[in-house]
């Protein structure tokens, strides 16, 4: 099939080369072994023409191989010419001589200042955009809430009580040992440091203070984070990856009425109950490392407990628990909705999802400590 592609024959300082078959990517290698074979003849000719007329079937790897000839001709300085070339396939000849014309640019070298100031400002911005995305959730959010109110019987409440047993009964088991463990570490390590003075009842307070205020809380707010913010967003963005939401908008439902209010609200309610549950625990584990590890009887631990907390300690770490409910759940659900139309935005979203709701439980737990500590709490 080769001989049939592209024939030459030398007359005296002109090559005269005839083309005929398929010049297609099919046929490559034969195209590329035919062009090497006619080296060494064009090397012996100061004009080169070509009749393409016998050419069945021309695609673009055809004409780059035929433009590759061209140039190579050109540039060792003979003259060239085509003939027999059909008028349909003149169009992608010279829509290929334009390609790869100008030797690439050398890379640029970029001010080392400037580029940290242009990543600064891209990082100022992208935390505008979150607060944006933030505050328009929040503002759908109490939107949808207010169409509930006024008419009850909207609220997805098969749903609701779905997201309730997944992320509230299904959570319980690993809250409870992860608060136990932590409620007997911190035990363990104000005893070890308070022996030193022979205070080490005073651990009791640390412990029960420390968990019922900011550890009970934030670690459980870290747990949902992680464990159902991401379900979340990873099930949004699911959605739309599958066009489920548009489907839905085109059925004249609200995404957010219907999937994202019962999820914010279950939160709401799930995560006091498991700071409920997951302080106790933690103080359980500081009672039993107390019991084994300090010598210290659990009397003598709840009667120190009952002296050093207070129902003021109780009502700190649960007030704030339903606020992280509602970080969590704006912030999954929101980062969902940014899921385009690949598995790796699945993948980083999710990932942001868990970074920034962390990252926000925690500035919302500093900020309830400096307002609690203004008014005396």
């Known amino acids: 099939m080769s001989a049939t592609l592209l024939t030459g024959e030398l007359e005296g300082e002109r090559l005269k080369l005839a083309a005929g078959g398929s010049w297609t990517a099919s046929h490559a290698s034969e195209l590329e072994q035919v062009a090497g074979r006619l080296e060494g003849e064009a090397e012996r000719a100061r004009y080169v023409s070509i009749d393409m007329g016998g050419v069945r079937e021309f695609d673009t790897f055809g004409a780059w191989m035929l433009e590759r000839l061209l140039r190579e001709w050109k540039a060792a300085g003979r003259e060239t010419s085509i003939t ?11 829509a290929l001589a334009r390609v790869n014309r100008e030797p690439p640019s050398p890379p640029r070298r970029e001010n080392r200042l400037i580029a940290a100031l242009a990543s600064v400002g891209q990082a100022v911005a992208g935390v505008g955009r979150d607060l944006t995305s933030f505050a328009d959730m929040f503002g759908a ?22 997201q309730l047993d ?11 040992l992860i608060t136990f463990l932590i409620g007997g570490i911190i035990e363990q390590q104000g005893i070890f440091h308070f022996r030193k003075f022979g205070a080490e009842l ?7 203070i420390l968990v019922l205020r900011e550890i009970g809380v934030l670690i459980v707010a870290i747990m949902v984070a992680g464990r159902s913010g991401s379900s979340y967003t990873a099930e949004l963005g699911s959605m739309m990856m599958r066009e489920e939401i548009d489907a839905l908008k085109t059925m004249g439902f609200d995404p957010v009425e219907v999937l994202i209010l019962p999820r914010v609200l279950v939160l709401i309610v799930a995560v006091p109950v ?4 997951g302080s106790l625990a933690a103080l359980y584990g500081g009672g ?15 009667a120190r407990l009952t002296e050093a907390i ?34 790796e935005s699945l993948g980083l979203q999710t990932t942001a999802s868990v ?10 737990d500093g900020m309830f400590a400096i307002f609690f500590a203004s008014i005396g709490m």
């Open 84 to 94: 027999g070339l059909p008028e349909h396939d003149r169009g992608l000849l010279a």
């Open 310 to 343: 207070s129902v003021t300690h109780f009502k700190v770490g649960m007030i704030k628990a339903p606020f992280m409910g509602l970080v969590i759940g704006i912030v999954a659900c929101s980062e969902g909705l940014k899921v385009k139309g690949s598995a």
């Open 141 to 162: 959010l109490g939107y949808a809430a207010a169409r509930v109110v006024r008419r009850p019987q909207d609220l997805r409440f098969t749903s609701a009580v779905h």
């Open 355 to 364: 970074v920034k709701s962390i990252f926000l439980v925690i500035v919302l």
């Open 274 to 277: 498991l700071t409920f549950i």
């Open 288 to 302: 039993v490392v107390a019991w084994l590890y300090g010598g210290i009887s659990p009397d003598i631990f709840m």
């Open 166 to 176: 997944r992320v509230g009964w299904q959570a319980v088991p690993i809250i409870l």
């Open 202 to 208: 005073y651990a009791v307070d640390l412990v029960g």
